[in-house]
């Protein structure tokens, strides 16, 4: 794009150097139509030039906008999935599994506590002798539904796996899996479907973005199938919610 600039306004200032050169070598009853020309081919460069730049900031306006709400949509499926493993163990694959649990289970809230019992193995081998030892309890104080926690009574959720921008119909990417027996996740979606109806070259250069400011990559991601990991790959300043 650099380059295309560039040399728009490589052509424009020529364009302009000629224009001065006819004025002064060229005879005069041929000036005025000369001049018009040029002056309109500089015109119309300007203007490329111009849509060229203002397209990209267009583009990058639409593309903050879009990204925030597939980052708000990441951080719910992320939030769900913590509360699913809490209660299974694992992560779910699907996001059929997901939204049921969504819909009928409970997170419960527990308390460790330490207390002293007897040892009765111990005791018996010290004839008779109390011997007490430590155990942990987990006692369960209360539960609470992550439609409630999470969603606030709002059934956003029941639709969690649609991207909701860009392409029309599109659906995220659920994984989920063991790492060396650790369960992991990874929920994405490409960028080239969130900016489905932009400008393929647009599309093109966003996916090569490397900076601490920009979505690195390809896709938005959460999660990782790679190593354990619940983040997203975006910075803060594209979503309030983390």
Not at 120 to 128: D, I, S
């Amino acid at each position: 794009m650099l380059n295309v600039i560039i040399a728009i306004v490589v052509i424009i200032l020529l364009t302009i150097g000629i224009v001065w050169l006819i004025d002064k070598f060229v005879p005069s009853k041929i000036k005025p139509v000369i001049n018009i020309l040029l002056w309109g081919l500089i015109i119309y460069l300007g203007y490329i030039t111009f849509m060229s730049v203002y397209k990209e900031i267009q583009f990058n306006q639409l593309k903050v906008k879009r990204y925030a709400v597939v980052i708000d949509r990441l951080i719910d499926i992320r939030d769900s999935q913590l509360a699913y493993k809490d209660v299974k163990g694992e992560y779910a694959d699907t996001f059929d599994k997901l939204i049921k649990f969504i819909d009928v289970d409970s997170v419960p809230i527990t308390q460790r506590r330490d207390t002293l019992v007897l040892d009765e193995e111990r005791t018996r081998a010290f004839g008779g002798v109390e011997t007490m030892k430590t155990i942990t309890l987990i006692d369960t104080l209360d539960h609470w539904f992550v439609k409630d926690s999470i969603f606030k009574g709002n059934n956003r959720y029941k639709n969690m796996a649609d991207v909701g921008v860009g392409k029309e119909g599109a659906k995220f990417k659920l994984e989920a899996g063991k790492l060396e027996d650790i369960p992991v996740f990874q929920a994405s979606v490409e960028k080239s479907v969130i900016l489905d109806d932009q400008e393929k070259y647009l599309v093109e250069k966003e996916n090569q973005v490397v900076s601490v400011d920009g979505v690195n990559g390809s896709a938005l991601t959460v999660g990782s199938m790679e190593e354990v990991n619940t983040t997203g790959n975006w910075p803060k300043n594209y979503s309030k919610k983390q």
